[in-house]
């Protein structure tokens, strides 16, 4: 079998990686890749999101299965492309259709999924241009702290949580009537807050049967104990201690099997990943979101975990018969650490020498944003790569990570010295 893998990040690396290891893939194509995947695939320099790019690919190199790793390419339509096209409608696409990833492009069309469907969430409403007044006076209903959504895919970045009423109030009339995140906030979502400790529980589903992979946590701000602006995601531990056996039952009963059972009423044949943000509320789960594909860097610390071939849990999506394939995950913890670019989430320098990767022994290098240059590997991104590492707890898999750090060089190379802190 021959298989491609769209994006570019760590999350691609790790399918990647993964994918590497199945018996039953022959040759393995990322477009666009990294430096990681470049050393285990053969990288394709096109976007995933020009589909008639990715047709010739997948025609030329007789590619037999396609795994969608970032939301964009999905919210678009590639599968719905894939299915209408007569040359390619046989090669099976993990990932959902338009209208199943609408749950992660859309908030409104999620959070009335959610309330549709009886899934525990916060309470809610959308608001446009035409109705800022009412969406001022909504607020007012509410307690602080503020948390403003806008609607569409606005890279990570259109999710405000404010303290001040006259601020929220403010950035909703920026959001709506100045464009603030673009296209994407000409709708917001205005919820009550929840007061919590988040994690994410990711589920591989081929419509009917599913798979709840291991639970994870990650940690977006920039800096220590949580501090600073949002980033793409800062590291990730799995498993989170306090997601037990009796909180993820009350997961799989409340979230899990209505989600499913919900996609089904409604008409949508889903197959692929499923990203549930969590809130934990005195023991009882709230969603926060749901995207519709694995998260970064929370894969970088969750496939490695799977002891399972991948690439046949993917051709149990692609049959629907996901049921009949086995399915393992190691009991160690497995912990993430993102070395970023300086200045990151806001203004950093690309291309910058990569050096002590070769010295990394006890941990896994999952490359982000890096690219091949005259031989050398530099930097490419804003977050330039994940480095995990599993241990019998979290504190010794975190030792190693950091002690694996200590081999990696770049100029103005930033990460975090706490993940984890909340959980020790």
Same mark, same amino acid.
């Given at each position: ?59 030329? +190199? *007789? =590619?037999?299965? &396609? ?6 390419? !999905?919210?678009? $339509?590639?599968? /719905? @492309? ?6 390619? +409608? *046989? =090669?099976?696409? &993990? ?6 990833? !609408?749950?992660? $492009?859309?908030? /409104? @069309? ?8 009886? =899934? ?305």
């Amino acid at each position: 079998m021959n298989v491609l893998i769209l994006g570019s990040g760590g999350r691609e690396h790790a399918f990647a990686l993964k994918l590497s290891q199945s018996k039953k893939v022959n040759q393995l194509f990322v477009a666009p890749g990294n430096a990681g995947t470049a050393s285990i695939a053969e990288n394709v320099a096109i976007s995933p999101t020009n589909f008639e790019a990715v047709k010739q690919l997948v025609l030329s +190199k *007789k =590619i037999t299965m &396609i795994i969608v790793g970032p939301e964009a390419p !999905l919210v678009k $339509g590639i599968h /719905d @492309f894939f299915l209408a096209d007569a040359d390619l +409608k *046989k =090669i099976p696409v &993990i990932g959902p259709k338009k209208d199943g990833a !609408l749950l992660e $492009g859309s908030k /409104d @069309f999620s959070k009335q999924f959610m309330i549709k469907h009886n =899934i525990p969430t916060a309470r809610y409403q959308s608001f446009t241009k035409d109705s800022l007044t009412e969406g001022k006076q909504f607020l007012e209903t509410l307690k602080p702290p503020y948390v403003l959504k806008a609607d569409g895919l606005a890279g990570g970045k259109g999710v405000l949580i404010l303290n001040s009423l006259n601020e929220a109030k403010d950035e909703l009339e920026e959001m709506l009537t100045n464009n603030k995140f673009g296209e994407a906030s000409s709708k917001v979502v205005i919820e009550e807050f929840l007061d919590g400790i988040e994690l994410s529980v990711f589920i591989l589903t081929d419509g009917e049967n599913y798979k709840i992979l291991p639970s994870a946590k990650d940690y977006k701000r920039i800096g220590e104990g949580d501090t600073g602006l949002n980033t793409g995601g800062m590291g990730a531990i799995s498993p989170v201690p306090f997601a037990n056996t009796d909180f993820l039952q009350k997961v799989e009963e409340r979230v899990i099997k209505p989600t499913i059972q919900g996609l089904q009423n409604d008409g949508i044949d889903y197959r692929g990943f499923i990203f549930i943000g969590l809130m934990n509320i005195n023991n009882d789960p709230f969603v926060v979101e749901y995207n519709v594909r694995m998260g970064d860097p929370e894969t970088e610390a969750v496939l490695p975990r799977i002891e399972s071939d991948l690439f046949d849990l993917f051709e149990g999506v692609a049959h629907q018969n996901l049921n009949e394939k086995s399915f393992a995950v190691n009991s160690k913890t497995a912990v993430t650490i993102m070395l970023v670019s300086g200045g990151y989430p806001e203004t950093y320098t690309n291309g910058k020498e990569i050096i002590g990767l070769e010295k990394v022994n006890n941990s896994t290098v999952f490359h982000a944003g890096t690219k091949y240059k005259n031989g050398k590997v530099i930097t490419n991104g804003g977050r330039v790569m994940a480095i995990t590492s599993f241990g019998d707890t979290i504190e010794e898999a975190l030792k190693r990570s950091y002690d694996s750090i200590e081999n990696i060089a770049f100029d103005k190379m930033n990460y975090r010295k706490d993940i984890g802190f909340d959980l020790i």
